[in-house]
T-cell receptor
Framework: KAGVTQTPRYLIKTRGQQVTLSCSPI?????VSWYQQTPGQGLQFLFE???????NKGNFPGRFSGRQFSNSRSEMNVSTLELGDSALYLC???????????FGDGTRLSIL | DAKTTQPNSMESNEEEPVHLPCNHS???????IHWYRQLPSQGPEYVIH???SNVNNRMASLAIAEDRKSSTLILHRATLRDAAVYYC????????????FGTGTRLQVTL
């Protein structure tokens, strides 16, 4: 059974640009969550989607957004990139809300 | 969210049992105790979770204190592949998809 797939694995952008990251959940999983991991702040919850609807949102500015498609695949978008957005972005999926999560290996985003 | 307290680091010898403690004195009656681990250069991996009773699975055992104010993750025979950061996380009912990670315990396993 394939795990959670995140693309791309690595990305380099410059300040002011925008970026879109993609996540394919495990087949049959309908809940997708996104997290940001940095050395200073650790792992922080960004948002969660279930049945194409955002169910929970973390404490991040509006530059961070996401969406989920009917096949449960999800994308997150960060606009007007700042140096502090350099991080590992992790996607996790679960069968349903409240179930243990399965994480991908992340997209490492570097901002120059 | 209720907070958890874990030691910053622990060491173990290979093939010996490891007991990773977690304190959660402000846990509420409906909070589940979840454990995840993160191996180097990988995303976190679900290990185990429980509410009141001790739990066992193929990866580990979870021992929960009677008053639920603490718990212990038990790796029965540590291997080098178990070297990781272990996170103890409290999840209210229906919030296991919105995890609040602390700093965790970095486990080192030596030969």
């Amino acid at each position: 059974k394939a795990g959670v797939t995140q693309t791309p694995r690595y990305l380099i952008k410059t300040r002011g640009q925008q970026v879109t990251l993609s996540c394919s959940p495990i087949s049959g999983h309908r809940s997708v969550s996104w997290y940001q991991q940095t050395p200073g702040q650790g792992l922080q919850f960004l948002f969660e989607y279930f049945s194409e609807t955002q169910r929970n949102k973390g404490n991040f500015p509006g530059r961070f957004s996401g969406r989920q498609f009917s096949n449960s695949r999800s994308e997150m978008n960060v606009s007007t990139l700042e140096l502090g957005d350099s991080a590992l972005y992790l996607c996790a999926s679960s069968l349903a809300l409240g179930e243990p999560q399965h994480f991908g290996d992340g997209t490492r985003l570097s901002i120059l | 969210d209720a907070k958890t307290t874990q030691p910053n680091s622990m060491e173990s010898n290979e093939e010996e049992p490891v007991h990773l403690p977690c304190n959660h004195s402000t846990i509420s009656g409906t909070d589940y105790i979840h454990w995840y681990r993160q191996l180097p250069s990988q995303g976190p991996e679900y290990v185990i979770h429980g509410l009141t009773s001790n739990v066992n699975n193929r990866m580990a055992s979870l021992a929960i204190a009677e008053d639920r104010k603490s718990s212990t993750l038990i790796l029965h025979r540590a291997t080098l592949r178990d070297a990781a950061v272990y996170y103890c996380i409290l999840c209210g009912a229906g919030t296991a998809s919105k995890l609040t990670f602390g700093t965790g315990t970095r486990l080192q396993v030596t030969l």
